[in-house]
């Protein structure tokens, strides 16, 4: 057995697959695996997977160097409801918040517009006694026989984990401190979440759904990470488990298990990082990334080398794609949306006899119904075999075998309900699928200034290089850009990524009127929790980089923008740099400069990360002459609008691609767990890292 280090490896837990990622140290070979996800023992297909992974690359656990996390279970735990009993107990009277909310609805004339339902019933949703100003004054002290007396209560009636949200904790968190510490004591095995931790920003409803949905996660994150744990251990692993947080960073298990809330969006930031790591190796700075897996794809503005990072989201949404009708979140989280449908979402027809895509996915059980595993709803992936783009024998490079005749009787009782073909049925969702994408991402691009005729489209996940061409011609992007091994990029983004840690504190009011004083003892405090977090995770002092932002806006408006904070001490000489950036920003942002109003902060914030790690893709010398036609595997019938109809599609092996190497459209570019897609007028072309870089023809149709 090899003792030293000689490989890396990320794993990426989707809705439907999970997929590894091993770098070679010393050649930069990267070797990839994807298995189908186990919803009920995700452990137990992530330990398959990592074991088959390593012993085809002949290497072993004891040769990992680090080990790189990132899922979507803590999301699809929200969504299924399968987190645990949780209670919350706030301030007398304000028990009601989680329904209450902002009083707003996200569609004023829909009366009967629905939210999600709260994660907590109210049956247990308790109030104590206990009072602290907005200025965090206390003129009510905690009751702490009343409080103690409500947690007996409430274990009685088998809760596992309690969220704690108090009236201006986020000021003053001597109450929720004292009470989480006595409940602790008392009961050891309740897992407690406090808002003056997990969210200790102004918005009190926000604070207190964010501190939520953090216990709610709580105890089963917490199995789940101790046991990869422990499972990596009998395997002979001694080095560190690492977690992608939802805002692009890494973190140590150890301290995921106790901030679950931040792992959210752990498996698409894991993506758009890869497209940040990609684009930098091309010379291509702005992109839009689109990550298309088997349940939903998202896309992320790249700007500079960097992917946009907000302070809020929102999961479990009544209505997919409309902001306000979900559970919010405060906590950092890259600038994604979701924009559509994914592999396995499900095809339908309205009561208005149109035909829909998503938002219910056969996910990986029992799947699409090609995969012969019971399912029997048409899908996307059903679609696109029946369209000839997917060879049945070839998916996941022959591993999984799909069944031609399943997909093809799923898409005709479609058809029959649309009054269709089978084939227009197909090509029907085929069409319905980009047109849905590409409106959404125009929708999310321009909402940023933007113009998307000015970015490359960076495609992956497993479905996401079929459907990419289709996208960027109706969003006038003309470049397409596919990552070898583009169905598992989200785990190679996995390995991209620099230790980081994010804190945030409140303390609203006039930038002109700040107590510096107070701002300074903040980031101090800030400063010293980050590198204290970094250190325990093993970066040194001297490796900590540290970046300080704050969120401010024009006074009266609802929503902040991220603007720069100068490093050392602030002053009354700070306001006039500081808004000068707050400026800039908000031009970028807006077209305009800010107008002459007072600006208000809300929130202070410091990111302390480590150094960016090094990952060294082998890179290969170009060849002129490489001629595509020593990859070419066969051909195959593929239907394409542009050319009436079927037509007889070449068939390359995208192994076998050398740089230089030319493709002219229709054709097809296949690799073990992803599929490229050229329509008639598309090009393609092989490049120095072998990805495939498209130029997207005119649209048709």
Request: net charge negative; aromatic share 6%.
């Amino acid at each position: 057995m090899s003792t030293s280090p000689s490989h890396a490896l990320s794993i990426d837990i989707g809705g439907t697959f999970t997929d590894f990622s091993l770098l070679d140290l010393s050649t930069g070979e990267v070797s990839v695996h994807k298995v189908l996800t186990n919803p009920d023992a995700p452990q137990q297909a992530l330990m398959e997977g990592a074991a088959e992974a390593l012993e085809a690359a002949g290497a072993s656990f004891d040769a990992l160097s680090v080990i790189v996390h990132s899922t979507t279970l803590t999301t699809n735990s929200i969504i299924q409801r399968r987190g645990a009993k949780t209670a919350l107990i706030t301030t007398a009277g304000f028990r009601d918040i989680l329904e209450m909310g902002r009083e707003q609805m996200y569609d004023m004339y829909d009366l009967h517009a629905r939210m999600p339902e709260p994660l907590v019933p109210r049956r247990l949703r308790r109030g104590v006694n206990e009072r602290v100003t907005r200025d965090g004054d206390v003129i009510r002290p905690l009751d702490e026989d009343e409080a103690m007396a409500v947690v007996d209560g409430l274990m009685a009636e088998g809760v596992t984990a309690l969220a704690v949200s108090f009236i201006h904790a986020y000021k003053s968190a001597g109450h929720e401190r004292r009470l989480q510490a006595l409940a602790a004591g008392r009961h050891p095995d309740l897992a407690i979440s406090v808002s003056s931790e997990v969210a200790p920003v102004i918005n009190e409803y926000e604070r207190t759904s964010t501190t939520v949905a953090d216990a709610y996660m709580k105890p089963a994150v917490s199995r789940y990470l101790r046991g990869v744990e422990s499972g990596l251990a009998e395997q002979g692993y001694g080095g560190r488990l690492l977690v992608m947080l939802s805002e692009g960073g890494v973190m140590d298990s150890g301290w995921a298990r106790r901030h679950p809330v931040r792992l959210l969006e752990s498996g698409p930031a894991a993506g758009a990082l890869a497209a940040c790591f990609y684009g930098k190796l091309l010379g291509k700075l702005d992109l839009v990334s689109l990550d298309m897996g088997g349940t939903t794809a998202k896309t992320c503005v790249i700007e500079n080398g960097r992917a946009a990072v907000t302070n809020f989201m929102e999961v479990d949404r009544v209505q997919r794609f409309r902001k306000g009708s979900g559970l919010p979140i405060i906590a950092p989280v890259l600038d994604l949306i979701e924009i559509g449908a994914g592999g396995g979402s499900i095809a339908w027809i309205d009561n208005l006899g149109l035909l829909k895509v998503g938002p219910d996915s056969a996910g990986a059980d029992p799947g699409p119904a090609c995969y012969a595993l019971g399912g029997e709803q048409p899908t996307v992936t059903d679609a696109d075999l029946l369209l000839g783009y997917l060879d049945p024998d070839y998916f996941l490079g022959g591993r999984m075998r799909l069944d031609p005749d399943a997909a093809r009787n799923a898409v005709a009782d479609l058809a029959a309900r649309a009054g269709l073909s089978a084939v227009d049925a197909a090509w029907g969702v085929n069409r319905v699928v980009a047109e849905n994408m590409a409106a959404a991402a125009r929708i999310h691009i321009i909402e940023r200034n933007k113009d998307p005729r000015n970015y490359a489209l960076m495609a992956f996940g497993g479905a996401g290089p079929v459907h990419a061409c289709e996208v960027a011609r109706r969003l006038g992007v003309r470049e397409v850009i596919a990552p070898l091994g583009a169905g598992v990029t989200s785990a190679v983004g996995c390995l991209t990524v620099p230790l980081s840690f994010e804190g945030v504190r409140s303390l609203p009011g006039l930038l002109s009127e700040a107590d510096w004083g107070t701002v300074n003892a903040v980031y101090a405090e800030m400063e010293e929790q980050g590198r204290a977090m970094l250190a325990a995770a093993g970066v040194s002092a001297a490796d900590v980089e540290l970046t300080r932002t704050a969120d401010l806006r024009l006074t009266g408006q609802i929503h902040e923008v991220q603007t720069p904070v100068p490093d050392g001490a602030l002053g009354t000489a700070s306001t006039g740099r500081i808004a000068a950036d707050f400026g800039e920003v908000y031009r970028e942002l807006y077209g305009r400069r800010s107008l002459d109003i007072p600006i208000e902060v809300q929130n202070w914030r410091l990111q302390a990360k480590g150094p960016e790690p090094s990952v060294n893709l082998r890179r290969r010398h170009e060849s002129p002459g490489a001629d595509a036609a020593d990859a070419l595997r066969g051909s195959r019938s593929a239907y394409f609008e542009a050319a009436n109809g079927y037509v007889a599609c070449p068939v390359y092996d995208r192994y076998l691609l050398e740089p230089g190497a030319a493709i002219d459209g229709p054709a097809i570019v296949e690799e073990r767990e992803s599929t490229a897609v050229l329509g008639p007028g598309d090009t393609g072309r092989i490049d120095e890292w072998l990805n495939l870089t498209i130029e997207v023809g005119a649209i048709h149709g």
